[in-house]
């Protein structure tokens, strides 16, 4: 038997576990192998002393194992081990691992077909590690051969559809867009998390960060912590025209009577005099955030500037999971009961049950700042509200 994790063989002792009914007869064991017609609630009272779960596949095209496996994760939060057991093949890898198996364990005929090489390049060459679409409402669905067949497409945004985040920004910053994209950041509670990726694909990228003058300190303190830990070479603060604010904003109060002109002047233009100097830009939107982004593509083309949306089919979740795991700190205001920052003035706290993004601008219709293009062109609020990030 040959046992393979994360696409490379283990060397780790290979034992048969007992299978469900020897295991129940006995009081003691933590491993057992189930076959793919077992009925898991027998199995309940047990599953907290386990702590190795083998589910068989009688055959690569009976497909019953993955649903054990993601009824194990999900309605029984079962946290131990999951091996795959059966006669399986490379194709279903990356599958198998998005279902919650840690692990394969495929007998020496089969592993002498298909071996340790065959697995790590499936699983290598295939990018959708996590193929949201599958198990999460969250942007169009897709399967491990439509994403194949998406990354041998000839259109280029179908292509982006086939990589998840790192990939996708790997593509374009290194290949697609070298020297030609950029991505601004609002040094938000989610920031981190783009910031750390590109910082590791390439810390020269320019980042843009609206300096409006009107920002908390906490978020200008975050901004530095991270420039700095990310060793982010060509950062920049786009500050307003100098003599526009002194025409339009000479008391720094603006915000008070008309929020639409100071958002135009302290960001929209600003922006859009440092942004238009390139081909694309890569955005924090999420498809779960709005039901206009609902099915926002990875890669937007055919407007006046492409926008690459790395992080679409995140969630919430994924963005602090991936913040633990390589332990991002947090933008200090998010314990204060922030959810989402912009300019002082203009963010309140959130009250338990609200739409995060609830305290920007409250108590008035604004909810986006009208910063991105749309069909080539600035698009007034109303017309796209939902579908702009907000900054
Ligand atoms: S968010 Fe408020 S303070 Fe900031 S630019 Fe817009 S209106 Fe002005």
């Known amino acids: ?94 599958y198998l691992l998005q279902c ?8 020496d005929a089969v592993f002498e077909r298909q071996g340790e090489d065959d697995w790590r390049n499936a699983l290598d060459a295939f990018d959708l590690t996590y193929q949201r679409g ?13 994403a194949r067949r998406a990354k041998r497409s000839d259109d280029l945004s179908a292509q982006y559809e086939g990589y998840d985040a790192r990939r996708a920004l790997e593509q374009a910053i290194s290949h697609d867009y070298n020297g030609q994209i950029v991505l601004a950041s609002s040094m938000g509670i989610d920031s981190a998390v783009l910031l750390h990726m590109v910082s ?22 975050y901004r530095d912590q991270l420039v700095a830990r990310f060793g982010l070479t060509n950062f920049q603060s786009i500050l307003p025209d100098a003599t526009q604010l002194a025409e339009e904003d000479p008391d720094g109060i603006l915000n008070q009577s008309d929020k ?42 055919g407007g006046r500037q492409v926008k690459l949306n790395p992080l679409a089919s995140w969630t919430a979740k994924d963005v602090t999971s991936y913040m633990r795991l390589h332990d991002l700190p947090p933008h200090p205001l998010l314990a204060l009961g922030f959810l989402s920052v912009g300019c002082e003035p203009c963010t309140t706290r959130v009250a338990e049950g609200e739409d995060p993004r609830a305290g920007r601008w409250r108590n008035s219709s604004k909810t ?10 600035w698009v007034p609020i109303e017309a796209e509200r939902g579908t702009h990030e907000v900054f």
């Open 100 to 107: 919650g198996f840690d692990s394969v364990k495929v007998d």
């Open 134 to 146: 599958y198990v999460i409402a969250n942007g169009p669905s897709m399967n491990v051969l439509a």
């Open 200 to 221: 590791e694909i390439d810390n020269r990228l320019p980042v843009l960060f609206l300096e409006t003058g009107k920002h908390f300190k906490e978020t200008l303190a």
């Open 1 to 94: 038997m040959a046992l393979l994790k994360s696409g490379r063989l283990s060397k780790a002792d290979i034992t048969d576990s007992p299978d469900l009914e020897t295991l129940l007869a006995s009081n003691s064991g933590t491993s057992v192998r189930l076959a793919n017609d077992v009925d898991l609630e027998t199995l309940a009272p047990r599953l907290s002393g386990l702590k190795t779960i083998e589910v068989e596949f009688p055959g690569y095209a009976d497909g019953r194992g993955f649903s054990i496996a993601r009824q194990l994760r999900r309605r029984y939060g079962f946290q131990g081990e999951l091996v795959a057991t059966g006669p399986l093949i490379p194709d279903q890898y990356a």
């Open 368 to 377: 986006e700042c009208g910063i991105h293009y749309i069909n080539g062109k």
């Open 260 to 301: 639409d002109s100071c958002c135009n002047l302290r960001k929209v233009r600003p922006l859009d005099r440092e942004i238009t100097k390139y081909t694309a830009r890569i955005t924090g939107r999420k498809r779960y955030q709005t039901p206009e982004r609902a099915n926002m593509a990875i890669l937007e083309t």
